[in-house]
T-cell receptor
Framework: DAGVIQSPRHEVTEMGQEVTLRCKPISGHNSLFWYRQTMMRGLELLIYFNNNVPIDDSGMPEDRFSAKMPNASFSTLKIQPSEPRDSAVYFC?????????????FGPGTRLTVL | AQKVTQAQTEISVVEKEDVTLDCVYETRDTTYYLFWYKQPPSGELVFLIRRNSFDEQNEISGRYSWNFQKSTSSFNFTITASQVVDSAVYFCALSDWWALCFNKFYFGSGTKLNVKP
C-alpha cells in the first residue's frame, strides 16, 4: 500500500507568492493532519480533519494560512502571501481513529523555503 | 491539560553504549495512548511503538525497549548497544480519550540522539 503522499517535496518561492502544498492520505484513513516543523518551534499541529471536515484549526498561525479537504483522498495547505518566516518542513499525516490502532502515518514532508 | 515533556534536548553516546530517552506526560484521562516516533536525518517520521494506558507491561523489540510507568507518568525508551544508525530525533506523543476520536497527538519537543562511532 502506498503511504501518505506529499507534493512537492521541495518548494522555493519568493516572499509574497502563493504556495500550495498537497497531500494524499492513505486510502481508508479518515483523519488527516497538517504539521509544521522548525528548529525554533519543533513540531506544531496546524489543522486536522475528520471525514473531510476541519475539526480544529487553532494551530493555523495566521489568516494567510488555509487548508481544505475537498474529498477523502486529497488535501491542500495554502499560504498566501508567503513570508520568509513560513520556511519550514510541512508534514501531512493520516490515521484511522476508532480502530484501536491509533498511530498516525506521516508523509515525507515538503521543505518550503521562502526567500 | 495534555502535555508531553522530553527534558533531554540532545544526548551523545558512543556506539555500543546503552541510552535511555525520557518521556513524561500529563493527562486527566484514564484512557490514553502513548507513542514513540523516530525522525532520522532523512526527515521522515517513523512510527516505533504504541502503548495503551491499560497495558503497563514493558515491551522489548530487538535492541529497543520501553518502560511504561503510570505511577510516575513516564514512558521511557531504551536503546541497548546503540549503533550509528540510531542517530535521529525521537519524539514521544500522547493521545487521550477525546483526542482518540480523531487520533490527535500531543507531541513532545523531541530528543536528538547522536551515536558516535
Amino acid at each position: 500500500d502506498a503511504g501518505v503522499i506529499q507534493s512537492p517535496r521541495h518548494e522555493v518561492t519568493e516572499m509574497g507568492q502563493e504556495v500550495t502544498l498537497r497531500c494524499k492520505p492513505i486510502s481508508g484513513h479518515n483523519s488527516l493532519f497538517w504539521y509544521r516543523q522548525t528548529m525554533m518551534r519543533g513540531l506544531e499541529l496546524l489543522i486536522y480533519f475528520n471525514n473531510n471536515v476541519p475539526i480544529d484549526d487553532s494551530g493555523m498561525p495566521e489568516d494567510r494560512f488555509s487548508a481544505k479537504m475537498p474529498n477523502a483522498s486529497f488535501s491542500t495547505l495554502k499560504i498566501q502571501p508567503s513570508e520568509p518566516r513560513d520556511s519550514a518542513v510541512y508534514f501531512c499525516a493520516s490515521s484511522r481513529p476508532g480502530t484501536g490502532q491509533g498511530e498516525q502515518f506521516f508523509g515525507p514532508g515538503t521543505r518550503l523555503t521562502v526567500l | 491539560a495534555q502535555k508531553v515533556t522530553q527534558a533531554q534536548t540532545e544526548i551523545s553516546v558512543v556506539e555500543k553504549e546503552d541510552v535511555t530517552l525520557d518521556c513524561v506526560y500529563e493527562t486527566r484521562d484514564t484512557t490514553y495512548y502513548l507513542f514513540w516516533y523516530k525522525q532520522p536525518p532523512s526527515g521522515e517520521l517513523v512510527f516505533l511503538i504504541r502503548r495503551n494506558s491499560f497495558d503497563e507491561q514493558n515491551e522489548i523489540s530487538g535492541r529497543y525497549s520501553w518502560n511504561f510507568q503510570k505511577s510516575t507518568s513516564s514512558f521511557n525508551f531504551t536503546i541497548t548497544a546503540s549503533q550509528v544508525v540510531d542517530s535521529a530525533v525521537y519524539f514521544c506523543a500522547l493521545s487521550d480519550w477525546w483526542a482518540l476520536c480523531f487520533n490527535k497527538f500531543y507531541f513532545g519537543s523531541g530528543t536528538k540522539l547522536n551515536v558516535k562511532p
